[in-house]
């Protein structure tokens, strides 16, 4: 399944939360998309319980299902508890720091970020979205006028959104330090990552 690029208030009201920036159309309609309005729905099975979390998360990280599973196979062959390890990685993507930096509005954006050229990762220019940031590598804005400008721009659209304790941030020189890999209390915490284990373990 390639990455979804279509309407975001459909999965929005499909999940029933934000999971793509929300939008007034979603604050008018929560319920799930449909020209009848809310339904009553059957009881889910426990495999459809999994794929909803799955798609969740999925749709959260702007993932194909291809890069979904080879990022929980990766987690699966590493040594600790399998669930914690799969979220530490997606967290750890360079786009989704660029996006709790602040640098970017959402993921989505953030991916386009680093796509475009924007980033340097430890003195070079990196423009893969999918980039595993290890611990004591500094991230910098391009010293280019559109990079810094677009940044800014981001930055101060996004005060209200707290960096989190395992980035420092100078925000004056639009550079960033990881300090430490996320623990578990610090990634997606909306989301029951035993049932997306469950889920691929079948």
């Known amino acids: ?97 660029i996006y709790r930096l602040g640098f970017a509005k959402s993921r989505s954006a953030a991916r386009q970020f680093v796509g475009h050229g924007h980033i340097v990762v430890n003195g070079k220019k990196t423009d893969i979205s999918s980039f595993i940031v290890k611990e004591g590598d500094e991230i910098e804005v391009r010293e280019r006028t559109s990079s810094r400008q677009l940044a800014t721009r ?7 959104r707290t960096v989190p304790e395992w980035l420092t941030l100078n925000a004056d020189a639009l550079k960033a330090t990881v300090n430490r890999l996320p623990n578990s209390e610090e990634t997606e915490s909306s989301i029951n990552v035993q049932l997306i284990v469950e889920y691929y373990s079948r």
């Open 1 to 97: 399944m390639s990455r979804y690029t279509g309407p975001t208030t459909r999965i929005n009201r499909r999940f029933g939360r934000a999971i793509f920036a929300p939008t007034k159309a979603f604050e008018r309609k929560p319920p799930p998309p449909g020209q009848h309005g809310p339904r009553l729905r059957r009881k889910l099975s426990d495999y459809a319980i999994g794929l909803n979390e799955k798609q969740k998360l999925r749709f959260m990280y702007g993932m194909t299902e291809k890069q979904f599973r080879l990022t929980f196979e990766k987690a699966k062959n590493q040594r600790g508890v399998t669930g914690e390890i799969f979220l530490q990685l997606l967290e750890s993507r360079l786009d989704s720091v």
């Open 154 to 160: 981001c930055m101060d659209e996004s005060q209200a």
